[in-house]
């Protein structure tokens, strides 16, 4: 079935560094999404991309459909940013939205 | 906008009560979408409506569990005969067109 890989698995950030994650894809994706989840549970929309690049502040995703992968870059890491990250991707052949394992940020002091 | 409601937070049932969660989407969006998560198998996609009519039911369980969307403005999971293994958050999300998915705060349930 439709798989999503996501790497790393786990990532340590000290404040003001920088890092990618990363998100294969098993199957040709229509759309991705990129959502932080809070220490309280919530999912928290960053982006959706159905092609090419986008920037929020000191976040910035790429979708390659064709390569079939996403990446998901943070820069200048601020403690807020802790947090596990997942991204999720629609199928072009099935309804469903699958989500990757999430690589779970701490950022450091 | 209220953003997506789910109620109630948290349940908790023993082994072989029913369990039934709500949920009620963003006013306008027209996929609802039911997932489970768990530390062990993560975030599990259950099932999605779309414009009230079930489209793709396939990660629900077959046995115990059912999926409702009545009206545009909520959709139940119910959950009969409980086991600790259902012990879960049950997350719900809407979007418009299957475009963004907006989620819940999500449904705690404990089975004890």
């Known amino acids: 079935g439709d798989q999503v890989e996501q790497s790393p698995s786990a990532l340590s950030l000290h404040e003001g560094t920088g890092s990618a994650l990363r998100c294969n894809f098993t199957?040709?994706?229509?759309?991705v999404q990129w959502f932080q989840q809070n220490s309280r549970g919530s999912l928290i929309n960053l982006f959706y991309?159905?092609?090419g690049t986008k920037e929020n502040g000191r976040l910035k995703s790429t979708f390659n459909s064709k390569e079939s992968y996403s990446t998901l870059h943070i820069r200048d890491a601020q403690l807020e940013d802790s947090g596990t990250y997942f991204c999720?991707?629609?199928?072009?052949?099935?309804?469903?939205?699958?989500f990757g394992t999430g690589t779970r940020l701490q950022v450091l002091p | 906008n209220a953003g997506v409601i789910q109620t109630p937070r948290h349940k908790v049932t023993g082994k072989g009560q029913e369990a039934t969660l709500w949920c009620e989407p963003i006013?306008?969006?027209?996929?609802v979408f039911w997932y489970r998560q768990t530390i062990v198998q993560g975030l599990e996609f259950l099932t999605y409506?779309?414009?009230?009519?079930?489209?793709?039911d396939s990660g629900m369980p077959k046995e115990r569990f059912s999926a409702q969307m009545p009206n545009q403005s909520h959709s139940t999971l119910k959950i009969q005969s409980t086991q600790p293994q259902d012990s879960a958050v049950y997350l719900c999300?809407?979007?418009?067109?299957?475009?963004?998915?907006?989620f819940g705060a999500g449904t705690r349930l404990s089975v004890l």
């Open positions: 999300a809407s979007s418009f067109s299957q475009n963004t998915l907006y």
């Open positions: 199957t040709t994706m229509r759309a």
């Open positions: 991309l159905a092609s």
């Open positions: 999720a991707a629609g199928s072009s052949n099935t309804n469903k939205v699958v």
């Open positions: 006013s306008g969006h027209s996929a």
């Open positions: 409506f779309r414009n009230q009519a079930p489209i793709d």
